[in-house]
């Protein structure tokens, strides 16, 4: 790797680090697949928006979304969650709550749909490398909650999602080689 490479690469990496290190802390640690349900938003809502999202994925070429059966979607694999939650205002609590969906490098082939904005106490999502077209949902700006959102190396199209000018907690954004604007 060229040194300059490199080192964007490691200052990217030490970033993220930091950044995940944040989002652990605000929303109290993650876990994944601890037996429990549930997520925010209304556990029947969560776990049908998850399986709307699962219908919607054409192409799972490593079978990673085998495991997303049944009510319990801490259980599914790059479902993360936490048992508290930490608001704006500082309340929290109840739980556990959907807070993180990561399938970096999985190569799903399908779209984003528009019942993932359900999921209002996602924190990261992180999908790059995977081959998602279409746009990014309108009703994403619910996720208010949204701190990382990572759709780089896919198949989007559209105009510039203004959508992600209405997420209030949005910090990192990457959609590089991902769009045609």
């Given at each position: 790797?060229?040194?300059?490479?490199?080192?964007?690469?490691?200052?990217?990496?030490?970033?993220?680090?930091?950044?995940?290190?944040?989002?652990?802390?605000?929303?109290?640690?993650?876990?994944?697949?601890?037996?429990?349900?549930?997520?925010?938003?209304?556990?029947?809502?969560?776990?049908?928006?998850l399986q709307a999202w699962k219908a919607s994925i054409t192409s799972d070429p490593?079978?990673?979304?085998?495991?997303?059966?049944?009510?319990?979607?801490?259980?599914?694999?790059?479902?993360?969650?936490?048992?508290?939650?930490?608001?704006?205002?500082?309340?929290?609590?109840?739980?556990?709550?959907?807070?993180?969906?990561?399938?970096?490098?999985?190569?799903?082939?399908?779209?984003?749909?528009?019942?993932?904005?359900a999921l209002t106490r996602l924190t990261l999502i992180h999908l790059n490398s995977?081959?998602?077209?279409?746009?990014?949902?309108?009703?994403?700006?619910?996720?208010?909650?949204?701190?990382?959102?990572?759709?780089?190396?896919?198949?989007?199209?559209?105009?510039?999602?203004?959508?992600?000018?209405?997420?209030?907690?949005?910090?990192?954004?990457?959609?590089?080689?991902?769009?045609?604007?």
């Open positions: 790797m060229p040194r300059k490479s490199y080192r964007l690469f490691l200052l990217h990496f030490l970033f993220h680090n930091v950044l995940m290190q944040s989002v652990v802390a605000a929303v109290g640690g993650f876990g994944v697949g601890i037996g429990i349900d549930g997520s925010g938003g209304g556990e029947a809502a969560v776990f049908g928006a490593h079978g990673l979304l085998r495991s997303w059966v049944g009510p319990n979607v801490c259980s599914y694999k790059g479902v993360f969650c936490s048992s508290t939650f930490q608001d704006e205002g500082g309340s929290g609590g109840g739980g556990p709550y959907v807070v993180g969906i990561d399938l970096n490098r999985a190569n799903l082939e399908g779209s984003l749909v528009e019942d993932l904005a995977n081959r998602f077209s279409g746009t990014i949902p309108a009703g994403f700006q619910a996720l208010v909650s949204l701190q990382e959102l990572e759709l780089s190396n896919n198949r989007l199209s559209s105009p510039f999602p203004v959508v992600i000018l209405s997420m209030p907690s949005l910090v990192y954004l990457d959609l590089r080689f991902s769009t045609q604007f």
